[in-house]
């Protein structure tokens, strides 16, 4: 680390408002931080973008893109009562319920805590399909966009705006049902008041610790103490937590009382039967932690949930897995037990988190053809659908494959608006922007574009907690995120691009005309085989600007993401 000589420090001054100017016209343009801003003494950013410096490096432009047709859901489309789920990819850890494609949501900017940052992209961050020129929905969809040019540029351009009229479209996004008891309509009031009326007639005749009458002594069973009961560690008539619970079962049969009961009777039989209360303890081993893991939250304050079905592509673990019934029903009680776990740190208050964010990673996933997985896939549905009703906030699939598009829009007709609302479907090329729309960068793994690491391979200066700031590199520009230093100290930083394919550098620029910058990193080509992330820091020892430089010379826009954090000057 280069440390340059103090000289004599200004008296420190307020980090002015900061501003972005975009270079890449012959006009100058200003533009505001939609994010909120924070007074931070020691620094201030700024971001200016301009020209790439670098020829482009492919001859081919990416068509723009395509605005997506948005379908209004019809409201009063409450489903049927259970949730529809595909019967692939493989079991899941939540009930029935999800969702398709929710890609108008608009993105909200996170900024970290300890700046003021300035973002100069003021295009949509809207999720678009990835454009890949061999997909199914490209083929299937030749008819309705046919090629005009003979060239090979032409054809992928129109291959690539077909797959994305193929892609399913927004069709509302879902969102959630208060459990406060003011916001409940007379109906579902009514129908709340009912459900406890026969919730509580159940636990007055045992009905709920029985397993079936007793045709030898019957009235044995009208002698016994009524038990309390409680389900997610939740007992059903205590308190406004046994509410939220009870309207679980009501959502997922329409509110309509007798049915709820039903469904809450038998998944109260079926968790004796399946042994939920021993099934906590028990000790299933660690070969699936890679295979289905929780992992942060999303922008909302949902655990998020990672379904990595590319696991699988491990022939060993999956004989080890699906081979036979045994195996099977052994990988259901780890992915039930897995679920309880989680369910059980949930917020059960009228205004808590009560549901799970889940995210399927289809990448290198068993396709349909294996009928081991079906068999699976089946019976673990089957049990999440009868059993744990609303508790998905939303499904998103990432790094979708060309046949689970084709596999989608053959069910889709036959799934309700509700279902369907909760699914985000994104192909590969979009998966790390579709996710962080919905979860803060600093809070995604590394491996699906993010800054969160293991805990066992953290960089101890930044945690999950620390705020990254989001931003756009359009084709053919180059990005400067300037950190203006107003004081002696330490800057510490971390950087990525998603995929990189882009020049990186970075320099300290002080602002005493007598000295000179000093070169922190050559700018240099990253490629998606570097690091993920680069980690630096700088001695700042006279005041001055820490300039971040990314060049992308592509024809695609790219996904920037940095947070920094000063620490103290120690000579």
């Not at 351009?157 to 994305?164: G, L, N």
């Not at 409680?230 to 007798?258: Q, T």
């Not at 990672?306 to 592509?313: H, P, R």
């Amino acid at each position: 680390m280069t440390d340059e000589t103090p000289t004599q420090n200004p008296p420190v001054a307020a980090a002015p408002p900061p501003t972005v100017t975009e270079t890449g016209s012959p006009s100058l343009l200003e533009k505001e931080d939609p994010s909120p801003s924070l007074h931070v003494a020691a620094v201030s950013v700024s971001v200016t973008e301009s020209a790439s410096t670098t020829t482009a490096e492919k001859d081919e432009q990416t068509p723009p893109p395509q605005e997506p047709i948005a379908l209004e859901p019809d409201s009063t489309d409450k489903g049927s009562g259970k949730e529809e789920l595909p019967p692939t990819p493989p079991p899941q850890a939540m009930e029935s319920e999800s969702e398709p494609p929710a890609v108008m949501e608009a993105q909200k900017e996170e900024a970290p805590t300890a700046e003021t940052v300035v973002i100069s992209e003021s295009e949509s961050q809207q999720p678009e399909v990835a454009t890949e020129t061999e997909s199914l929905a490209a083929v299937t969809e030749k008819d309705e966009e046919p090629t005009a040019a003979s060239t090979s540029t032409a054809q992928e351009e129109v291959a690539a705006v077909v797959e994305e009229k193929k892609a399913p479209q927004n069709l509302g996004s879902f969102k959630e049902e208060s459990n406060k008891e003011t916001d409940l309509s007379d109906f579902q009031r009514k129908a709340l008041e009912e459900l406890k009326r026969l919730v509580k007639e159940a636990i007055d005749s045992n009905l709920f610790n029985s397993e079936s009458k007793s045709e030898e002594n019957p009235d044995k069973e009208k002698k016994q103490e009524p038990k309390e009961v409680s389900i997610w560690g939740i007992p059903l008539l205590k308190d406004d937590r046994s509410d939220v619970i009870l309207l679980k079962f009501l959502r997922a049969r329409d509110f309509k009382s007798k049915d709820a009961f039903v469904m809450l009777k038998n998944t109260i039989h079926w968790r004796k039967e399946f042994g939920i209360d021993e099934l906590l303890d028990e000790d299933l081993g660690d070969d699936m932690d890679k295979v289905v893991f929780i992992h942060g939250k999303d922008r909302e304050g949902h655990p998020v949930c990672y379904n990595v079905y590319g696991e699988f592509q491990n022939k060993e673990l999956y004989q080890k897995t699906f081979s036979d019934e045994e195996k099977r029903m052994k990988f259901l009680r780890w992915r039930i037990q897995l679920l309880e776990k989680s369910i059980r740190r949930l917020d059960f208050s009228p205004g808590g988190i009560s549901t799970i964010f889940q995210v399927s990673d289809l990448k290198n996933s068993p396709g349909p053809g294996k009928k081991e997985l079906r068999l699976a896939t089946k019976q673990a549905l089957q049990v999440l659908q009868d059993n744990y009703p609303e508790f998905v906030a939303k499904q998103v699939f990432i790094n979708v494959p060309w046949w689970y598009l084709a596999f989608y829009t053959m069910i889709s007709p036959f799934m309700t608006q509700r279902t369907k609302s909760k699914f985000v479907i994104a192909l590969p090329a979009k998966s790390a922007e579709t996710l962080f729309k919905y979860i803060p960068p600093e809070q995604v793994p590394i491996q699906y574009g993010g800054l969160s690491v293991d805990y066992c391979d953290c960089n101890p200066e930044f945690s999950d907690d620390d705020a990254a700031t989001e931003m756009t590199v359009k084709p053919g520009t180059k990005q400067t995120v300037e950190i203006s230093i107003f004081e002696k100290c330490v800057l510490v930083w971390e950087i990525r691009v998603v995929g990189w394919e882009v020049s990186y550098g970075a320099e300290f620029v002080p602002d005493a005309k007598d000295s000179y910058a000093v070169i922190i990193q050559k700018p240099t080509k990253m490629t998606s085989k570097d690091e993920p992330v680069v980690s630096q820091s700088f001695k700042v020892s006279e005041l001055g600007k820490v300039l971040l430089t990314v060049d992308n010379p592509a024809s695609i826009k790219k996904k920037l993401l940095y947070r920094f954090k000063v620490k103290p000057f120690c000579n």
